[in-house]
């Protein structure tokens, strides 16, 4: 499963992503499962047009409520790649598949 926001969004920080995706890895088992990243079933990708505004590797945890047809998960993480940890993801995000 995989919910993202796509576009030339402004993000509170004011860096200018195109694309923000929270993949899972299904099978998915009870709602308010929790995941910490680094995982192999849960990832973050944050895709920009500068280099140093985007990130593919994350701490922190990816929590999934709901599924299709409304879902919605809550992400708190922070870039762990170097000169990063400034940019974090944090909210939790939903919608009708």
């Known amino acids: 499963m995989q919910m993202g926001v796509t ?6 920080c004011g860096a200018i992503f195109s694309t ?3 993949r899972l890895t299904r099978p998915l088992t009870t709602p308010g499962q929790t995941f910490t990243l680094p995982s192999s ?3 973050i990708y944050l895709y920009a047009d ?3 505004s985007r990130c593919l590797s994350w701490t922190g945890t990816v929590t999934w409520h709901s599924d299709v047809p409304a879902w919605r998960v809550s992400v708190n993480a922070t870039c762990s790649e170097t000169g990063k940890g400034h940019i974090q993801v944090v909210g939790t995000y939903s919608g009708d598949a």
Request: charged share 20%; proline share 0%; no cysteine.
């Open 20 to 22: 923000l995706a929270v």
């Open 41 to 43: 079933r849960a990832s």
């Open 7 to 12: 576009g030339n969004e402004s993000v509170t």
């Open 50 to 52: 500068r280099s140093s």
